[in-house]
């Protein structure tokens, strides 16, 4: 069993995969500053003896040196970053502290101490508004943001450390994640999590444009398992690979779910398109699946149902 430290452990994707890490046996020391995480969220792993959470931003000089030279991890996992384009744009410096800044401190850290491995979240906005689809890692990385330039920034700097530092990177390019714990209250939060939030207050949600705009939605539990996958398994090799499904579902697909499990809250409502949005989004999972062995496994449906179940 491993010892893995998780940045970002209190955000969504974050304590997902500190839960499956736990289940797995490992031994995890997660780190965040709750700056959009919460402590609510890791409610079951603060319950466990092979947990601990430490309050820390990881972009202060010293923090990530000082917390793998304590606890020695076999692998990082770092989930740790301003995740809001929006944010990213009216505020780059701070883009700049938290999505490059801190990715460079968790390499340090890694080659100061001889940490094997780190799993890095990535992003499909790298590949910005490409219509070439589905969407390979090939694929040209042209991002349209603050937040993508600096993922790309960030696993352009992981990998060109990885062999001199002697670590093993994986670059996780997630799509479009959902599933509990995503949280709603961001205009730019996940789709579904705002969808959720609506239906929830049995009020009727707002699709702009006509709502067959497409997305690659992967369930958060196999976005943990991927990371999980990328930190533990013996002989991987360092390497870049979408983390997606290769299904294309649209917003009217999912409103359908909705619709059927609250058969009395009004129809969509339809709006104008939003300026800059993407139409479709697709990712080809092939990659992850050749060197990761990774392959999503939970339907939109199935995935969908759940959260809709959840607390
Ligand atoms: N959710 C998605 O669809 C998606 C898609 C692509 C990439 N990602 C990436 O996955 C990662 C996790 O995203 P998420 O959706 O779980 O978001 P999230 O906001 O729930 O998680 C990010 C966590 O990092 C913490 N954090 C931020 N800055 C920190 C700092 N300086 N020091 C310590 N902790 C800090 C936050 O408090 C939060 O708990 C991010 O790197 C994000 O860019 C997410």
Do not use: W
Not at 166 to 182: I, S
Not at 192 to 206: E, L, N
Not at 227 to 249: D, E, F, K, S
Request: proline share 5%; glycine share 8%.
């Amino acid at each position: 069993m491993a010892k893995i430290l998780v940045t970002g452990a209190a955000g969504f994707i974050g304590s997902h995969t500190t839960d499956l890490l736990i289940a797995g046996g490992h031994t995890v020391l997660g780190v965040d500053n709750l700056r959009t995480g919460r402590r609510s969220n890791l409610e079951r792993a603060l319950r466990s003896p092979s947990f601990r959470l430490t309050e820390a931003d990881v972009s202060e000089p010293g923090v990530m040196a000082a917390l793998v030279s304590e606890f020695r991890p076999g692998a990082v996992i770092h989930l740790a970053a301003l995740v809001s384009v929006q944010e990213s744009i009216s505020d780059p410096a701070l883009n700049q502290r938290l999505n490059v800044t801190a990715t460079q401190f968790v390499a340090d850290a890694a080659a100061a101490q001889g940490t094997k491995r780190i799993v890095f979240a990535s992003s499909a906005a790298i590949y910005g508004d490409t219509t070439d689809l589905p969407i390979a890692e090939e694929s040209a990385a042209q991002p349209i943001s603050p937040y993508g330039e600096a993922k790309l920034a960030s696993e352009q700097l992981l990998l060109a450390r990885s062999e001199a530092a002697g670590f093993t990177v994986r670059c996780h390019r997630y799509f479009n994640v959902f599933g509990p714990r995503q949280d709603p209250a961001s205009p730019y939060s996940g789709v579904i999590s705002i969808f959720d939030r609506r239906y929830r207050d049995g009020k009727p949600v707002t699709i702009f444009g006509d709502g067959r705009q497409t997305r690659d939605f992967i369930s958060v539990h196999d976005v943990a398992r991927a990371n999980v996958v990328a930190a533990t398994v013996p002989n991987i090799t360092t390497g870049t690979a979408n983390i997606c499904t290769g299904q294309a579902t649209s917003l009217l697909d999912i409103v359908s779910v909705f619709a059927a499990y609250y058969p009395k809250v009004a129809g969509p409502r339809f709006a104008p398109a939003r300026a800059g949005d993407i139409i479709h989004s697709l990712g080809r999972p092939d990659r992850a699946r050749s060197e990761l062995n990774f392959e999503a496994k939970v339907s939109v449906a199935d995935a969908l149902g759940e959260l809709i179940r959840s607390g």
